[in-house]
Every structure is written in structure tokens, then in C-alpha cells.
């Protein structure tokens, strides 16, 4: 079956620091692959799409990398701020193209 | 940005009555619509994909005649909860993706409901 995994265990860095987030996906051949930032009680927040021919993609302080052969993809936030503390998640479209897959997330905390 | 809503952002009811939800896309319009559930601490859990026009396709396990979905125009779609239980408390979130537009998709605020 298809399987998504994010590191369960909460992520706690320094602020300055580069945060890195992991995604390992099983049975699936995605076209595509996104992240989403969650606070509590909240929809999640569109970060950044990267797609199968993509190995890397930025945005600000942001940047996703994308291993298909490994399949994987890393999420760093760097020097990152106590505003950057919330839920990550990763997420991969299903069998229908389009409807996204969600790994369970990963709980960054960010402390001065 | 594209911007999607919910109402209500909060509901509590008791079992057995029907709960509506609405999704909107405030400035853009939505071919598709998606229907999430989130359980405490779990991840989301896709429900149920709503066209414009059409009926909606539902994943394993979701009871189309307990969860039903309108999608009567492109910005809006509604998912309502019929004879809810205790069970059906949860975040219920919606997504849309923008007609013609890239794959990402947007996500509205969430829905709370709790079932006394």
C-alpha cells in the first residue's frame, strides 16, 4: 500500500539555525510533491511544489529537494525563527492525479 | 493569493441532527473541490472529491448517504453531515484548485465539529 512518512518525533532547533524535515514516500510514483506548513486548529498553508523532473526548488529561506530514486524529499527552513514553529506537512498526489496524499507531519519548534 | 473559506469555523450539535459545511473560493474559480478530515494529532484524511456539476467520488470507506456534497457552482461546494454521532467530531477541511490553473491546491480555515 501507499505509504507516507515524516519524522513522528518533534524537531527542536536554535533560532539561526537550518531546520531539516524528511519525507519518505513507498508505492508511489508521484508527478508531484508539495509542503504545507499547519498551526493548530487551522487549514494548512501552500510553501512549495516541486515536481518529479525538479531536484530542488527555493523559495526565500525556504528550499525542497527531491530524490525519486531514493524517494524522498528534504525540507529546509533556514536561519529560522520562532515564527517558523509549527506543523510540516508533506503531501503527494493520489492514484486520481490530483486529490493530495498527506504524510502524518512534523512539529518543528523554533526557540530563541 | 487564492483564497478559499469556511463556514461555519466552529459547530457543535447534538447527535443526530445534520450539520452543513460551506467552501468557497473567494477569487477564483474551482473545477474540483476536496473534502478533508483530520483526527487530533492524525493526518489529514481525503473524503471525498466534489466536481462542479456532477457527482462527487468518495474514497474508501466514507458513506456517501451519511456525507453528502453539493458542488453547485464553481465556488462553492457543501458538505453536510447527516445524522451525526459522537464519531463524526472532527476538522473537516476543504481544497480547491484553480480552474486552469497549476496543480497546488488551496486549502479554507477548517471546519470544527463536535457531536454531543
Known amino acids: 500500500s501507499q505509504k507516507i512518512e515524516q519524522n513522528s518525533e518533534a524537531l527542536n532547533i536554535q533560532e539561526g539555525k537550518t531546520a531539516t524535515l524528511t519525507c519518505n514516500y513507498t508505492?508511489?510514483?508521484?508527478?508531484?510533491l508539495q509542503w504545507y506548513r499547519q498551526d493548530p486548529g487551522r487549514g494548512p498553508v501552500f510553501l512549495l511544489l516541486?515536481?518529479?523532473?525538479?531536484k530542488e526548488k527555493r523559495k526565500e529561506r525556504l528550499k525542497v529537494t527531491f530524490d525519486t530514486t531514493l524517494k524522498q524529499s528534504l525540507f529546509h527552513i533556514t536561519a529560522s525563527q520562532p515564527a517558523d514553529s509549527a506543523t510540516y506537512l508533506c503531501?503527494?498526489?493520489?492514484?486520481?492525479?490530483?486529490?493530495?496524499?498527506f504524510g502524518k507531519g512534523t512539529s518543528l519548534l523554533v526557540t530563541p | 493569493g487564492a483564497v478559499v473559506s469556511q463556514h461555519p469555523s466552529r459547530v457543535i450539535c447534538k447527535s443526530g441532527t445534520s450539520v452543513k459545511i460551506e467552501c468557497r473560493s473567494l477569487?477564483?474559480?474551482?473545477?474540483?473541490m476536496f473534502w478533508y478530515r483530520q483526527f487530533p494529532k492524525q493526518s489529514l484524511m481525503l473524503m471525498a472529491t466534489?466536481?462542479?456539476?456532477?457527482?462527487?467520488?468518495?474514497e474508501q470507506g466514507v458513506e456517501k448517504d451519511k456525507f453528502l456534497i453539493n458542488h453547485a457552482s464553481l465556488t462553492l461546494s457543501t458538505l453536510t453531515v447527516t445524522s451525526a454521532h459522537p464519531e463524526d467530531s472532527s476538522f473537516y477541511i476543504c481544497?480547491?484548485?484553480?480552474?486552469?490553473?497549476?496543480?497546488?491546491?488551496?486549502f479554507g480555515p477548517g471546519t470544527r465539529l463536535t457531536v454531543l
Open positions: 466534489s466536481n462542479e456539476g456532477s457527482k462527487a467520488t468518495y
Open positions: 481544497s480547491a484548485g484553480e480552474r486552469g490553473g497549476s496543480d497546488t491546491q488551496y
Open positions: 508505492n508511489y510514483s508521484p508527478a508531484y
Open positions: 503531501a503527494l498526489a493520489g492514484a486520481s492525479g490530483y486529490a493530495l496524499n
Open positions: 516541486i515536481r518529479e523532473n525538479e
Open positions: 477569487d477564483f474559480q474551482a473545477t474540483t
